[in-house]
């Protein structure tokens, strides 16, 4: 079992987590508007969503490797392309954070749960991303290949669910300091680049 591949992987994971997304964002902002147990409540159901694509990914791609490993290799590939893609995407982006908790309609915890379950499982971009992600993160000869994705995913939600954990609990004063330091957005903006396109290298290199 390599851990070093483990521990890049969790690393490769929290830079992401950290980066302004889709997900944290909401995460924040029901926050900041309503108080942590509701950003705990999005962050549970964002990442039972992550089980679902985890399940997709080591059933799917397992079956795969062991059928025609010739396409796991095409896989790593198209997943080098992806995740060059998303650094290029990024670039393109405006750097700033914008956090408008203005109007934001309180739901119940249930209903946020729900939200975020939803947010992520009917997300395509996410099941493309676990597909790009994973494969290079293979960590054992000896374990089969439908156990190493489970360990992956638990190891993203893991780490996904404490760094999340850390905006719903420091919401206000998060807020705060992404509105009075404006180049905090420019700093994560080009850490996520150079993740996304240090992985890309990885996958094809590994």
Known sequence: MNYEILFTFSLATAVL???PGPDNIFVLIQSVTHGKRYGFSTIAGLMTGCLIHTSLLAFGVSAVIKNNPMIFTGIKIFGALYLLYLAW??????????????GVEKKSLLR???QGFIMNVLNPKV?????????????SDELSTVVQFYVL??????????VFGGFALL????????????????????????????????????
């Open 112 to 114: 946020l749960f729900r």
């Open 89 to 102: 995407s990024v670039f393109r982006a405006d750097h700033s954070i914008a956090l408008d908790a203005e």
């Open 153 to 162: 995913g638990l190891l993203f939600i893991c780490v996904s669910s404490l």
């Open 171 to 206: 919401a206000g004063t998060i807020a705060v300091y992404t509105k009075k330091n404006t180049n905090t957005g420019l700093v994560l903006k080009w850490l996520q680049i150079l993740v996304f396109s240090g992985i890309a290298i990885f996958l094809v290199t590994g």
């Open 127 to 139: 099941t493309i991303f676990f597909l790009a992600f994973f494969p290079g993160f293979l960590f």
């Open 17 to 19: 987590a950290l980066s």
